[in-house]
């Protein structure tokens, strides 16, 4: 046996991190088994951070070459994806930097290596040079995250054909792509490409994108897709995936047929739970890879705690370093409230996107009496001043208590001023209300300032 441990921790992403940080400062012994050779996860390598760092350098051309001042004097900035993956890779050599010192200033041991079950309380590490550790666990947490999801019939091995995980690495020069898939990963990839002037195709198995979201806004964020140019096709299957020398072929179950330079296969992931004989320990994953577990994060077998994207939806960064603290907590027999209920949703298309509560669809169905209040960017001086006018917030509140039920958002730092909403929904009654945001006094020029504009609009409203 090479260690002892209170609490073993499998996989380096927020999950992980979360549960490995919460133990371990609470005075547990704590290791972590990572098979990248990295730690950060593919939060840190593959998902969100070198996802949002493309985006910004997006971003930051778009502006550059929008800006009246630079467009008068001729400049306009031209890049290809290899130069901007750059900015990206700088992003993610510093969260590595940072992340590995929480492990070293806190003496967490990191086992290099593909964790597999021996027993409950027995994990092996199978290192690349063949060699193995074993650890023994109090307490085991599984963070292993997911992958994108490749249908066996696709072949991804096509210098064409990508997934969320290797579009970072394309170096192609490409002036069209389809997007296979609209959920946020789809949509947030179609949003950049199209920012980058490339023609894209957006194909959506439903009948409308993100249809989580409430209406309002899955009807804005479609508006502007279109009006930047993207084609979205909605109530599509793909029949089969046809790669060429010169392009991809995607034949749709209709008989339509998009040919673009390169596809991105954007639908669905699978929760990477395969390979740590886990049927061993009689823990039994649904057909995605998903780890059913209880509502304290804990499988079918008490002290082994799953964590994160390995056990489905929402499958966000954020929400997995929230349950991994909090399956820690369950281990060192602390009291924290459950996470779960009030995750906002940032999604990083062009409009951005944040939202937190009940949409219109939701407190209609359950005929609960609610008002709303709207604010719409373009009247709003610091957006006028930034010249991102698009975009609108909206405050759903209850006509009789004021209680807000729902914020919903598109358009440039929503998933940043979410907060502030998020911060008063957090209030217990009755400080939880819209009065809040009539009596507060804001800075001024601010985006903030669209919770004031909203909340008047709503309460004057009511009769
Ligand atoms: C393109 C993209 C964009 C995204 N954007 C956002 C966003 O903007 N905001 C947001 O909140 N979320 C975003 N996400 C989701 C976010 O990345 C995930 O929710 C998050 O990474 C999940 O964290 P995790 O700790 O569960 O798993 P991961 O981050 O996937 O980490 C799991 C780790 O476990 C390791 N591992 C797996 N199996 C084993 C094994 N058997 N042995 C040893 N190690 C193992 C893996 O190597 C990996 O390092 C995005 C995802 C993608 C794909």
Not at 91 to 99: A, E, F, P, S, T
Not at 239 to 258: A, C, I, N, Y
Request: charge should be negative; charged fraction near 20%.
């Amino acid at each position: 046996m090479d260690g002892q441990y209170d609490v073993v921790v499998i996989g380096t992403g927020p999950g992980g991190e979360g549960a490995a940080m919460q133990a371990v400062k609470h005075g547990k012994t704590v290791a972590v088994i990572e098979r990248d050779p990295l730690i950060g996860g593919s939060c840190t390598h593959r998902g969100t951070i070198p996802s949002k760092a493309l985006r910004y350098a997006i971003f930051q051309i778009m502006e550059t070459n929008q800006n009246p001042l630079f467009r008068e004097r001729g400049i306009t900035v031209d890049c290809l994806l290899p130069q901007l993956q750059k900015r990206a890779k700088s992003v993610i050599d510093q969260q590595v930097r940072l992340r590995t010192t929480f492990y070293d200033r806190n003496d967490v041991p990191i086992f290099r290596g593909q964790a597999r079950f021996i027993d409950e309380h027995t994990v092996e590490v199978g290192k690349e040079d063949g060699g193995r550790d074993v650890l023994h666990g109090e307490h085991i947490v599984i963070a292993t995250g997911a992958r994108p999801y490749r249908p066996a019939e696709v072949d991804f091995d096509h210098p064409r054909v990508f997934d969320s995980d290797t579009i970072l690495h394309c170096s192609l020069d490409v002036k069209s792509i389809t997007v296979y898939g609209a959920g946020v990963i789809g949509c947030e990839y179609a949003s950049m490409f199209r920012n980058l002037e490339i023609k894209v195709n957006l194909v959506n198995q439903r009948d409308r994108l993100l249809d989580f979201l409430d209406e309002e806004i899955v009807d804005a964020l479609s508006y502007h897709l279109r009006e930047r140019g993207v084609i979205i096709r909605h109530r599509e299957t793909f029949d089969r995936v046809e790669p060429r020398d010169d392009g991809v072929v995607l034949h749709l179950k209709s008989g339509k047929q998009l040919k673009t330079d390169v596809l991105l296969w954007g639908a669905g992931r699978t929760g990477n739970s395969d390979g740590m004989n886990l049927e061993a320990i009689g823990i039994q994953p649904d057909s995605r890879g998903n780890i059913p577990v209880n509502e304290h994060f804990q499988t079918s077998v008490p002290h082994i705690f799953a964590v994160g994207d390995v056990i489905g939806p929402p499958a966000l960064a954020s929400a997995a370093y929230t349950q991994g603290r909090y399956a820690a907590c369950q281990i060192l027999g602390t009291e924290v409230s459950r996470p779960g209920l009030d995750i906002p949703t940032g999604i990083y298309t062009s409009p951005e996107i944040s939202s937190l509560g009940k949409t219109e669809r939701e407190l209609t169905e359950a005929s609960i009496p609610y008002e709303v209040g709207h604010s719409q960017f373009r009247s709003l001086a610091r957006a006028q001043i930034t010249g991102r006018t698009v975009g609108m917030l909206k405050i759903l509140f209850h006509r009789e208590t004021l209680e807000i039920l729902g914020i919903h958002c598109f358009g440039a730092t929503a998933s940043e001023i979410i907060h502030i909403g998020q911060a008063v929904m957090a209030l217990p009654k009755p400080y939880n209300s819209l009065l809040y945001f009539i009596n507060t006094t804001f800075n001024y020029p601010t985006m903030a300032e669209a919770y004031r504009v909203a909340a008047l609009n709503g309460y004057n409203r009511l009769f």
